[in-house]
């Protein structure tokens, strides 16, 4: 299992403002995702971030609205950039050793 | 059509009986299957694994048909702590991202 400590839990934020969260592992795994999820919806893969190399993103997302650190092999930050009321949503970030998702507690973020 | 899809629901259920949903996957070469349990306003978390034999953990069963390409999620017994979003994910084969679906709804009442 892992254990993952994401921040901040919730945030409201202006448009037009950028908004980075953080999510700390407490082991080293060497792909680490992040999700977003729509209100009533599922979840979403935004892009899956490696250490050393830049992040994969999925289709409909992009770098400069989601840039994505991975400094290390325990530690990831997603920022949203420039947010409209349409980025409201939850973030999550999650590792998956032996294809089983684990998840951080998820950032509620809503752009006012 | 969606590559995972699941009956949004709600799905209600009397404290004590037996609920049963299943999802459908559109790729037969999809390797892995999972079920997830995401409470209000909390992260997911792996509730059962899913094997071609069927498995069993307590009230809650999981079932794989490959052949009409579904998964299935038996709880019996219902407990008002049933109440929750249940969300089938599939992995199409090792290393690959995993595909959620909508998440079945499912309300437990006394």
């Known amino acids: 299992s892992a254990v993952i400590s994401q921040k901040p839990s919730r945030d409201i934020c202006q448009r037009g403002t950028s908004l980075t969260i953080q999510c700390q592992v407490d082991s080293q795994v060497t792909m680490m995702f992040w999700y977003r999820q729509q209100p009533g919806q599922s979840l979403t893969l935004i892009a899956t971030?490696?250490?050393?190399?830049?992040?994969?993103?999925e289709s409909g997302f992009v770098i400069d609205k989601f840039p994505i650190s991975r400094p290390n092999l325990t530690f990831s930050t997603l920022t949203v950039s420039n947010m409209s009321p349409e980025d409201s949503s939850i973030y999550l970030c999650?590792?998956?050793?032996?294809?089983?998702?684990?998840f951080g507690q998820g950032t509620r973020l809503t752009v006012v | 059509r969606k590559e995972v899809e699941q009956d949004p629901g709600p799905f209600n259920v009397p404290e004590g009986a037996t609920v049963a949903f299943n999802c459908t996957y559109s790729n037969s070469a999809s390797q892995s299957f999972f079920w997830y349990r995401q409470d209000c306003r909390k992260e997911p978390k792996l509730l059962m694994s899913?094997?071609?034999s069927g498995n069993e953990d307590g009230r809650f069963t999981a079932q794989l048909n490959r052949a009409s390409q579904y998964i299935s999620l038996l709880i019996r017994d219902s407990k008002l702590s049933d109440s929750a979003t249940y969300l089938c994910v599939v992995i199409k084969a090792a290393g690959n991202k995993l595909t959620f679906g909508g998440g079945t709804r499912v309300l437990v009442k006394p």
């Open positions: 999650s590792v998956e050793p032996s294809a089983r998702a684990f």
């Open positions: 971030a490696n250490q050393g190399s830049e992040a994969t993103y």
């Open positions: 899913v094997y071609s």
